[in-house]
């Protein structure tokens, strides 16, 4: 069952829809499983409309999540198909907070949110980003997203973060006072606003060299179970070698073991990918790229 445990009476064919809308992304149809996925998220709506327990409004709710992490995830895939890199950031950040969210309110276990939990983590530390802005303010209040009452005050009945009648309590920042602070840091709670989005940066062939994997049909976007970045250091053939205590060639004044001795060695970045079709998996997949200031080698193998 690829599906949630919600809604089976309201949404029989969810379960037949959720495996509709997975296979569209694992073959890359990625419009037609947004398309999927946007009309069975309007269908929920209808049946939140008309419900009248909480307990179905609710479901609702999470149901609708559900189908919100499979638009994150088509979209993130066609972006980076697209080499829209850091548009798929945005929407990987969009899928994962959407398995925050399942994560909260959803406890049965589910074959599709470990799954993708375990993918978009991984695959979430193949970037190269790791500066981000942040912004302090100063408000007057927090407003309730359902009462519109100060949610900080007794007047307001609501609970941050907790579901009512299938509307979960939001708090909106209002009127702000001044700016407290502009920072660059590492762990931020928005991970969208990365310091310089470079859609040109070299560790981004490694997700070249993947589609080129789509490609050649050895993989494909629902097949990848887990990525791991494995940093290596090896001699750099087209170095400019000297003896240790000569004069650096570069000019600096440094001899050349307190220089550029320091580039006899490029870094590579290795992919390596789990391969298996949800859980099962086959064999991995080793994807290598040679890192350096001025140069890029990459190759792909495979593992059996």
Same mark, same amino acid.
């Given at each position: ?15 037949i829809i959720t495996q509709q809308i997975l296979k569209l992304i694992s073959s890359r149809k990625y419009d037609d499983a947004l398309k999927l996925a ?86 979430? !530390?193949?970037? @190269? ?5 942040? =912004? *302090? ?6 407003? +309730?997203? %359902?009462? #519109? ?90 170095? !400019?070698?000297? @003896? ?5 060639? =570069? *000019? ?6 307190? +220089?550029? %001795?320091? #580039? ?41």
């Open positions: 069952m690829y599906g949630l445990r919600l809604l089976e009476n309201e949404l029989p064919e969810s379960q946007k009309e069975t998220q309007a269908a929920i709506n209808g049946i939140k409309a008309d419900a009248v327990e909480d307990s179905v409004k609710n479901n609702c709710f999470i149901y609708f999540g559900f189908f919100e992490l499979l638009s994150s995830l088509a979209s993130y895939w066609k972006c980076i198909e697209a080499e829209k890199y850091h548009d798929s950031w945005c929407n990987l950040q969009d899928a994962l907070d959407c398995l925050r969210q399942l994560k909260r309110f959803y406890k049965e276990s589910s074959i599709t949110l470990t799954f993708l939990a375990r993918q978009l983590i991984s695959v979430e !530390k193949a970037y @190269p980003y790791k500066h981000f802005s942040s =912004c *302090g303010f100063i408000l007057e209040k927090f407003e +309730c997203s %359902i009462c #519109s009452k100060n949610m900080d005050s007794d007047e307001c009945p609501h609970i941050k973060g907790e579901l009512y009648s299938g509307v979960m309590a939001l708090a909106i920042a209002r009127k702000i006072k001044s700016i407290d602070h502009l920072a660059i840091v590492t762990n931020p709670k928005n991970k969208r606003l990365v310091l310089i989005p470079d859609d040109n940066h070299q560790q981004f062939d490694l997700f070249r060299k993947l589609i080129g994997e789509f490609n050649s049909k050895k993989c494909s976007p629902l097949s990848i179970a887990r990525v791991n970045l494995i940093e290596s250091h090896r001699p750099d053939p087209d170095h !400019k070698r000297a @003896p240790r205590n000569a004069p650096c060639y =570069c *000019g600096s004044g440094k001899k050349y073991k307190s +220089c550029c %001795i320091k #580039s006899e060695r490029i870094t590579h970045i290795h992919m390596n990918i789990s391969i298996g079709p949800l859980f099962n998996i086959a064999h991995p997949l080793l994807i290598s790229s040679g890192i350096s200031k001025s140069k890029l080698h990459t190759h792909s193998v495979f593992k059996e």
